[in-house]
């Protein structure tokens, strides 16, 4: 959801801010713009629609070259996604603009206050009204009467502003009188600094300026920050100083290009082995002993655990529910799973000896930020999985397992889904390994399996052409489903949602068994369904499955299967098969899902779909 940019320093900030924009596209936007403060006035364009539209019209604004300014990608919220409503927002004399991530709740009160006092408002969005009261601050606190330490009045009258607003909110300003500095606030909802040699940079996430530098700083909640070219000072919103992180970026430039792929889809995909590989790196001992890092429960703590809460969103959720099967096999502690947006809601029982895991690979969505604020209310502990450094969800967490797929740029999740099941096994095998329900044996045998996974994902990836094939072939589809039993289950639910959220066509995930509980009746002549065939190992399972695919083949399905090398009892049944390395039950989710995904991104290309970002869809969603 919406991208943020800001800068002070040496270079064209129109280059700057208008490059730090392109890097967050990926984040989901349908309009955008830019301000830059010049000879006492904001110079500033917007337009509906993507960047390439906002580009077509700055010639025309024959915007200046300055050394600051600030823009945005806007994801609406308030106000339907046209120019009026693009920000960045100015008040009437065009002395301030504003950028917003987020929702300012109380914002129509503000408005009616504004209106009444003689402000016209131009657009529709809850953002306009802070650049009038910051206008309205502006005029009453002179720059001589501001803080010695920032040497200018706009942080003072962001602060003052800031106090009155209700909701989730990042803004970005900058003020046309005080070129010289932006000035960020931050409640609820990401922003970054980032630090350079004679410049600053404020973002959205660290992609916004990760060309320029890989020293960050996190901000807390309820601070303001000001960035000059050669300094950032922080407070909270009183103006007292305030605490903040610093931190190295892991990635450089190059990991947030494309590097030859059409898309970062395709890219995140084949990179796949190594997210799996850098996420199990360094977590155990030459012994099998498990060690992690970042995990600030202590043993005691762990071992007084009784119940376990996934909670996650979307394909997160699904990784949740991996999670489930493994943890309560491994541990013997009961585990429930549940969407961040329902936790909540449902009076859930807590208590300190709950420890409640959420898994986000952005760190950043609402719901799930939401459901660990109730959590811990609740007294329970909370243990984050996440893949941004620095972002809200681990911050405000007990404890944290970086997963380390690296940055995910394409909406649909693909490598960040896959680190998330390798760290909820990580959970799992620590849980068992500090509680003592597994020997280190066989935790090191478990291990060895997940090392030998890199390699098995790597051969689906070189045999993917069979499944481009099936994607052209089954082009033209209404509808298709997949089928999974136990740890399948998920990777069904996952298939489904990659084909859903990339190809815009129908497409249902099922426990195989629930099939004929209803399901059964969607199956017509030649409807395409996908069916993830359970290892050898758990016999019953796969019997089971061997007639769910006789039941659905009599009906006319046209069945897809995969199962895995040397398992030819579903052959007979099956209209296309889909191998699939040798793993371990359990492990099967990472490999099961990487034809999957290839299928729907194949399919969502050849329908002339931009795959990186599907209509509607955002890849943080910072609003509930
Ligand atoms: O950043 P998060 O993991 O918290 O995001 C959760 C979901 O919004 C996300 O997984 C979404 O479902 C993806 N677009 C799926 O590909």
Not at 404 to 433: D, M, N, R
Not at 469 to 497: K, M
Not at 555 to 584: K, M, N
Request: charged share 25%.
């Amino acid at each position: 959801m919406c991208g943020i940019v800001g800068y002070v320093g040496h270079r064209s900030a129109l280059d700057v801010v208008m490059g730090g924009l392109r890097r967050l596209e990926y984040r989901g936007y349908d309009s955008a713009g830019v301000a830059l403060p010049h000879e006492g006035r904001i110079a500033s364009a917007k337009k509906a629609g993507k960047l390439v539209n906002l580009d077509g019209i700055l010639a025309e604004h024959s915007l200046p070259t300055v050394g600051s300014g600030i823009g945005h990608t806007r994801w609406a919220t308030h106000g339907a996604p046209n120019d009026r409503n693009a920000h960045p927002h100015l008040d009437a004399g065009s002395r301030v603009a504003v950028v917003h991530n987020g929702i300012i709740e109380n914002f129509a009160t503000l408005r009616d206050e504004l209106e009444s006092s003689g402000h016209e408002m131009l657009s529709e969005t809850d953002t306009e009204v802070v650049a009038h009261l910051l206008r309205d601050e502006l005029d009453r606190t002179p720059v001589a009467s501001s803080d010695e330490a920032e040497g200018t009045a706009l942080p003072d009258a962001v602060r003052a502003v800031c106090r009155r607003l209700e909701g989730a909110f990042t803004l970005v300003i900058t003020d046309a009188e005080q070129p010289d500095v932006v000035v960020g606030a931050r409640r609820n909802s990401p922003l970054v600094v980032g630090r350079g040699d004679g410049e600053n940079f404020l973002g959205s996430d660290v992609a916004a300026f990760i060309e320029y530098t890989r020293d960050a700083i996190e901000l807390g909640q309820d601070q303001v920050v000001a960035i000059t070219s050669d300094d950032v000072v922080v407070t909270d919103f009183d103006g007292r100083p305030a605490e903040t992180t610093e931190y190295h970026v892991d990635w450089d430039v190059s990991a947030a290009e494309k590097g030859g792929f059409d898309w970062f889809m395709l890219k995140e995909i084949a990179e796949q082995p190594q997210a799996v590989a850098d996420t199990l790196l360094g977590r155990h001992s030459a012994a099998g002993l498990l060690q992690l890092d970042e995990m600030r429960l202590s043993d005691d703590e762990l071992r007084n655990v009784d119940k376990i809460i996934v909670i996650a969103c979307g394909t997160s959720f699904y990784a949740a529910m991996v999670a489930k099967y493994a943890i309560e096999h491994w541990t013997r502690v009961p585990c429930e799973v549940e969407l961040a947006s329902e936790f909540r809601y449902r009076d859930p029982i807590l208590d300190r000896s709950t420890l409640v895991v959420t898994i986000s690979q952005s760190g950043e969505t609402m719901d799930t930020l939401q459901a660990i604020r109730y959590a811990r209310q609740q007294r329970a502990r909370v243990l984050s999985i996440c893949n941004t450094n620095g972002s809200t969800i681990p911050r405000e967490s007990d404890a944290v397992i970086y997963t380390h797929a690296g940055p995910e740029i394409a909406v649909a999740s693909t490598k960040g889904f896959l680190a998330q099941v390798v760290a909820c096994y990580l959970l799992g095998l620590y849980l068992a390994q500090v509680k003592g329900t597994k020997y280190g044996d066989e935790i090191g045998a478990i291990i060895a399996e997940l090392e030998r996974i890199p390699a098995g994902i790597q051969r689906l990836l070189d045999d993917a052409d069979q499944v481009r094939t099936l994607a052209a072939e089954l082009v033209d589809s209404r509808s298709i489903l997949f089928l999974g039993r136990h740890v399948g289950f998920p990777v069904a639910l996952e298939g489904a949602l990659k084909l859903k959220e990339l190809a815009y066509i129908h497409a249902e995930g099922f426990a195989a068994g629930e099939l004929k509980h209803g399901p059964i009746a969607l199956i017509e002549e030649g409807v395409p369904v996908f069916v993830v065939v359970p290892p050898r190992a758990r016999d019953q399972l796969q019997e089971k499955i061997v007639s769910n695919i006789q039941e659905i083949r009599a009906r006319g399905a046209r069945t897809i299967v995969l199962v895995e090398d040397g398992d030819d009892d579903v052959v007979p049944y099956a209209d296309h098969v889909i191998r699939l390395p040798e793993v371990p039950t359990l492990l099967q989710p990472l490999v099961a899902t990487v034809p999957l995904q290839i299928f729907a991104c194949e399919l969502a290309g050849l329908l002339g779909h931009d795959v990186d970002q599907p209509r509607n869809l955002a890849k943080s969603v910072t609003v509930e």
